[in-house]
Nanobody
Framework: QVQIVESGGGLVQPGGSLRLSCAAS????????IGWFRQAPGKEREEISC????????YYADSVKGRFTISRDNAKNTMYLQMNSLKPEDTAVYYC??????????????WGQGTQVTVSS
């Protein structure tokens, strides 16, 4: 059974850091490019990052570029999102999703349940 579980969300002050994890099972993890999405109340779902199946190529939305870093450990079937210099506008539910073989495929076959990130004083 395919399972994707995000963790690491929580409450953090502006300027702080948080590291999200995405643990996957039930499929061949290293065959898939994996992305991070987020959705804030009243806003459109936003793709913020994606990493290639090998981990060699990464993409970032302009809204997070320079502050967030995506990585993966295929031996552990786990992907990470290191979030630094957090801003209140980063507040959202963050989701991990398979993209297909490549980030540009955008097939979105498997989603995690999401983890809440709240940036507030």
């Amino acid at each position: 059974q395919v399972q994707i579980v995000e963790s690491g969300g929580g409450l953090v002050q502006p300027g702080g850091s948080l590291r999200l994890s995405c643990a996957a099972s039930g499929f061949t993890f290293d065959d898939y490019a994996i992305g991070w999405f987020r959705q804030a109340p009243g806003k459109e779902r936003e793709e913020i990052s994606c990493i290639s199946s090998s981990g060699g190529i990464a993409y970032y939305a302009d809204s997070v570029k320079g502050r967030f870093t995506i990585s993966r450990d295929n031996a552990k079937n786990t992907m990470y999102l290191q979030m630094n210099s957090l801003k209140p506008e980063d507040t959202a539910v963050y989701y991990c999703v398979t993209m297909g073989r490549q980030c540009v495929d955008k097939l979105y076959d498997h989603w995690g349940q999401g983890t809440q990130v709240t940036v507030s004083s």
